[in-house]
């Protein structure tokens, strides 16, 4: 059985170092729309507090870990390369801290990566945060109305997320670096799949398995390799699907998502067992054969990580075929 798991430290060469900004925060105000608000950020951020991971890994790759005044939400071990400027920010929640905590930190900038983050009972609606002069901006894929924002994630649209935030923070130099580098490694995947190739991204779930449809990261990556998804008929991004189900679609390939949050079926390797195991997943050609890619499940969210993704999908196939 050949198994390929490609972890992010070994693809991951962005060789980012804290600190890096720019300027001391003297620039002009910024005005731009975020999800349909409005939004004034006087001076680039010199306390930003991020409410999920996927937002403090961008902020931590633009070297701005000194104008970080917290975290939470950490959901994988954060990426090697960024953790000694992890190390230096506060942890001010394990989940997302309350609009009380959030307030307490005296944040210039909040900015949060899925709309939970500004729910009643996190750090509260943006448009309230914004009435106390705190902008907080929401990224494009998350918006609370679809139509204000994104309905599709895409390698362009993150990019673009990375260059706005770097502009906010007045790191433009820095923003465009990485964006290039990005690009660079994005266009050397560019058809690396076969059209032949039915994908199962598999994102959490033993009894109701959680798989990657329409519209999200792992249908950009599929596109952009040039493989199919197994779930590529779903409506929405993350459909519930069955066992019964997807026996019947009998993937070529089952891309697992690494989650550390522990829950059923979270980890690649509890994924693996089930599959193993199972009666109905255990006849699967994929299980036989153990065609299996293992990524982070941050990374199967639009975030820093999702062109790393890209890559280890493409090295995985790449390995599974040769």
Not at 60 to 65: F, S, V
Request: with cysteine; glycine share 10%; proline share 6%.
């Amino acid at each position: 059985m050949k198994t390929i798991v490609i972890s992010a430290a070994l693809l991951v060469t962005l060789g980012v170092t804290a600190g890096c900004a720019e300027n001391n925060g003297t620039d002009a105000a910024a005005t731009l729309t975020s999800c349909g608000l409005p939004l004034t950020v006087a001076a680039p951020p010199q306390r930003a507090l991020t409410l999920e991971q996927n937002a403090t890994e961008i902020l931590l790759t633009l070297g701005l870990a000194d104008r970080m005044i917290g975290t939470s939400y950490q959901t994988d071990p954060v990426l090697p390369e960024l953790t000694a400027a992890y190390d230096s920010v506060p942890v001010l929640a394990r989940l997302y801290p309350n609009r009380e905590a959030v307030l307490a930190a005296k944040p210039d900038f909040v900015y949060s990566t899925f709309t939970s983050g500004f729910a009643p009972d996190a750090a509260g609606p943006r448009a309230d945060l914004q009435t106390l002069g705190v902008p907080a901006y929401l990224s494009r894929f998350a918006c609370e109305d679809p139509a204000t924002g994104e309905t599709a994630a895409g390698f362009d649209g993150l990019l673009a997320e990375v260059t706005e935030i770097a502009g906010i923070f007045g790191v433009a130099g820095r923003g465009a670096e990485i964006v290039a580098d990005q690009r660079a490694r994005l266009a050397a995947t560019a058809g690396t799949g076969s059209a032949d190739t039915d994908l199962l991204w598999y994102y959490s779930g033993t009894t109701t398995p959680y798989v990657a449809g329409r519209n999200g990261v792992p249908a950009a990556i599929g596109a952009h390799l040039g493989v199919r998804n197994a779930y590529g008929d779903a409506t929405s991004a993350w459909p519930a699907g069955s066992w019964e189900e997807i026996a019947q679609r009998d993937p070529d390939v089952i891309v697992l998502a690494d989650l550390t949050r522990g829950g059923d079926g979270d980890s690649a390797a509890s994924k693996m067992d089930f599959l193993r195991t199972n009666p109905v997943t255990r006849e699967l050609a994929a299980v036989k054969a153990g065609r299996f890619i293992t990524v982070s499940g941050s990374s199967m969210d639009p975030s820093i990580r999702s062109i790393t993704a890209a890559e280890q999908v493409a090295a995985g196939l790449t390995e599974l075929t040769a």
